[in-house]
């Protein structure tokens, strides 16, 4: 007899058997429907946690460059040569969750997007400058951090910005008007922070490089 919803029916051992059970057809559409909430629910998701990593990772350069400016200029002295990472997290200048290990000062530190974060001097500009460099960046990271971060906000003190991931170094000097990567590429179009950043969309060899004057 065949078996219609609401109805029980006599099985082979002479037992009543319910009628209530899904078909095969009803349970793949209802795990469909599973699957398109999830993959839903996953993109949001995946869009908060990288607005989330922008944002950190802004407010980890920001605070760093305004403490180690502020630092510098009690102190009035230049910025030291060497292993500059670890000196300058020695007095604390950067955010305590940037360490890969919390309670130690002086080891390597970490950006909120899970690549190496340095502190260097350069000697590009004829004044004391100090060079952040972010490494293990996606592309997607990498044009991110390019199209928002407020390079020109005066405040600041950002000397130049360079990217290095697609094999040539692209570079914007903000003291030198005349120089082939000059201010006037900034803020950076999709397309401009596209062709600085490496097309490997699965990997993490971008580095962008934001450099500062220790005294503004």
Known sequence: MPCERGRFVKTS???????????????ALVMGVIGMILAGVWGVASIVIGKNQLRAVQEQIITSAQNIRDFYAVSGAPIPTGNTTAT????????????????????????????SFT????????????????AGLTMKNCVNLLMSFPFLTPELGVAGVTANGTGTVMTIDLTNIAHPGSPDL?????????????????????EVDIDFWVRH
């Open 13 to 27: 051992m002479g037992r009543a058997a319910s009628c209530e059970a899904f078909t095969l057809m009803e349970l």
């Open 88 to 115: 300058l997290d020695g007095y604390r200048l950067f955010p305590t969750e940037m360490r890969v290990t919390p309670n130690t000062s002086g080891g390597p530190l970490m950006h909120a997007m899970a690549g």
């Open 119 to 134: 502190v260097a001097p350069i000697s590009t500009y004829a004044a004391s400058v100090f060079r952040f460099q972010l």
């Open 186 to 206: 900034l803020p950076f179009t999709l397309s401009t922070a596209q062709s600085w950043c490496s097309k490997d969309i699965k990997g993490t060899g971008n």
